[in-house]
C-alpha cells in the first residue's frame, strides 16, 4: 500500500508502546522477558522526536556525531546509510561536505565523519562514547572482532554495547568542559588517516590503571550480587572507615551533579550501610533492585522515612553504577569508566580536542587501542591539568608529563 503517516504520531506512539513493554516486562520472572524484550525492537524513546518526527524549526537538530550515537538503534540495508541517510539532519552538516560513496567500506564511511567532525569543531567529543564490551577479552585479542577502529563507537557501526556512556546529554554540557577542571582544548587537524583508518591523538600519559573493579548491575541484579561483585566488596572496606581519604575519593567518583547539586559524603556512606544491611538476610539478598533500586522500594522505605538524604543518595549511585565499573590508577586516584574490555596495566591519558580523560592499550607496533573514557575527579582538579592549553607540541613538558603524538587504529 501506498499510505502516508504522520511522523509525530508515529514517534509518540512508539514511545507509548514502549512504555506498555517495559513495564510488562518488570512485571513478569526472567523467563517470560526474552519475547517480550525481542518485540520491543529497535522502538526510539523521546530522542525520536526530537531528531526525527518534528519537521522544520522544532526539530531538535543535534550535531552529528551525536546523531549518528543516538540513532544507533535504527535498523539500515546498508551499514553506509547510518551517515549517507541521517547527515542531512545534522545541525552542522553542510550540504555537499560528505562525498557519497559506496565503494567504500562502513568502516570508512565513518571515518569521513570524524574527518567532517575535526575540521569543523576541533575536538574528539566522539571519544567519550567509544568503548568496547568484552572484560574477559585476552591481552592479546582486538576489542571488537569486526576490526572496527577502536576510536569508532559501537553505535555509528549499528552494535550495541551493554555498558553506559559517561554522558547521557550533549556533550558541550559536560563537567569536565565547564566544571571548573580541565580546560577546553582543542585537538590537531588533520588527524584521520582514512586508508589505514588510524587516528593520531596529542595528549599526556598521566598513569595507568592499577586495579579494576566490577560491578553486576543489570536490571536482574540481586542485593547479594551486588555486593559479592570486586566493586561491592572493595565498597565494603570503604564503608568500615568513613574518615579515610580513600573511602572519600570513592565517594565522590561515584557521585554526579543532580539538579545543581551533589549528595554529600555522609548521605552516600548512610545510603550504602543500609543497602549492605539487607544482603544479609536472606529473604532480601535475593531480590533485584532493578533501575536505582525500584524494585526494592519497600525494602528502602524505612530509608527513606528515616533518612530522606541517605535514600536519595543511595537510589543515585545505584542509577550512576550501573552499566559501569570503577578503577584505581597507579597514584591512587579513583575512577568510573562503562563496562567494558578495561584490564590492569592500561594507561590513562589527557587528550587535546576530548572533553574527558581516556583509556588506551599500548600495542607491540607502538600504536594504542582506545578503550573507553573515564571519570576521574582528583585528576580533574590536579593543578597542571588545569593548565593544558591547546598550543602544547610534542616534547612539551606540563609538571612531570610529557606530551606526546600517538596513533590510535
Not at 569486526?146 to 556533550?171: A, H, K, S, V
Not at 578503550?371 to 597542571?384: F, K, N
Amino acid at each position: 500500500m501506498n499510505v502516508t503517516f504522520n511522523g509525530i504520531a508515529v514517534a509518540e506512539f512508539q514511545e507509548i508502546v514502549v512504555d506498555k513493554i517495559v513495564r510488562s516486562v518488570g512485571q513478569l520472572n526472567h523467563s517470560g522477558n526474552d519475547g517480550l524484550l525481542e518485540l520491543k525492537g529497535n522502538i526510539f524513546g523521546p530522542s525520536a522526536i526530537e531528531m526525527f518526527a518534528i519537521h522544520g524549526d522544532q526539530r531538535l537538530k543535534h550535531d552529528l556525531v551525536v546523531l549518528l550515537t543516538r540513532s544507533g538503534g535504527m535498523q539500515v540495508s546498508k551499514g553506509h546509510d547510518r551517515l549517507y541517510a541521517l547527515m542531512h539532519l545534522a545541525g552542522d552538516y553542510e550540504e555537499g561536505s560528505i562525498t557519497v560513496d559506496y565503494n567504500k567500506n562502513a568502516q570508512q564511511v565513518m571515518a569521513d565523519a570524524v574527518v567532517y567532525h575535526i575540521n569543523l569543531h576541533q575536538n574528539l567529543n566522539f571519544l567519550t562514547e567509544s568503548f568496547r564490551d568484552g572484560a574477559e577479552a585476552t591481552a592479546n585479542s582486538r576489542p571488537d572482532e569486526n576490526n572496527c577502529p577502536t576510536w569508532i563507537p559501537e553505535e555509528w557501526m549499528g552494535r550495541e554495547t551493554e555498558g553506559i556512556g559517561l554522558y547521557l546529554e550533549d556533550f558541550d554540557d559536560s563537567e569536565a568542559v565547564h566544571g571548573g577542571g580541565m580546560r577546553h582544548t582543542e585537538c590537531p587537524t588533520n588527524a584521520v588517516d582514512i586508508k589505514n583508518l588510524r587516528l593520531s591523538i596529542r595528549g599526556m600519559k598521566l598513569g595507568w590503571v592499577r586495579r579494576c573493579f566490577t560491578s553486576s548491575t543489570s536490571l536482574y541484579t540481586t542485593v547479594s550480587e551486588f555486593w559479592a561483585s570486586s566493586l561491592g566488596e572493595y565498597l565494603q572496606l570503604c564503608l568500615e572507615d568513613a574518615s579515610t581519604v580513600l573511602s572519600q575519593e570513592l565517594s565522590r567518583t561515584i557521585n554526579e551533579e543532580v539538579d545543581g547539586r551533589k549528595h554529600d559524603h555522609g548521605c552516600i556512606r548512610a545510603g550504602l550501610l543500609y543497602f549492605l544491611e539487607l544482603s544479609k538476610a536472606p529473604e532480601k539478598a535475593g531480590r533485584d533492585f532493578g533501575w536505582a533500586g525500584e524494585d526494592v522500594l519497600d525494602l528502602l522505605a524505612p530509608l527513606e522515612n528515616s533518612n530522606p538524604s541517605a535514600w536519595s543518595a543511595l537510589r543515585h549511585v545505584l542509577r550512576v553504577l550501573r552499566g559501569r565499573y570503577c578503577i584505581v590508577t597507579n597514584e591512587g586516584y579513583f575512577g568510573r569508566v562503562p563496562e567494558c574490555n578495561i584490564r590492569e596495566g592500561d594507561e590513562t591519558w589527557l587528550v587535546l580536542g576530548c572533553p574527558q580523560l581516556v583509556v588506551v592499550r599500548r600495542q607491540p607496533s607502538g600504536r594504542y587501542w582506545h578503550i573507553c573514557p573515564v571519570r576521574v575527579p582528583a585528576l580533574y582538579e590536579h593543578e597542571d591539568v588545569t593548565q593544558v592549553s591547546s598550543k602544547m607540541q610534542p616534547g612539551d613538558k606540563v609538571g612531570e608529563w610529557t606530551v606526546e603524538d600517538v596513533e590510535l587504529e
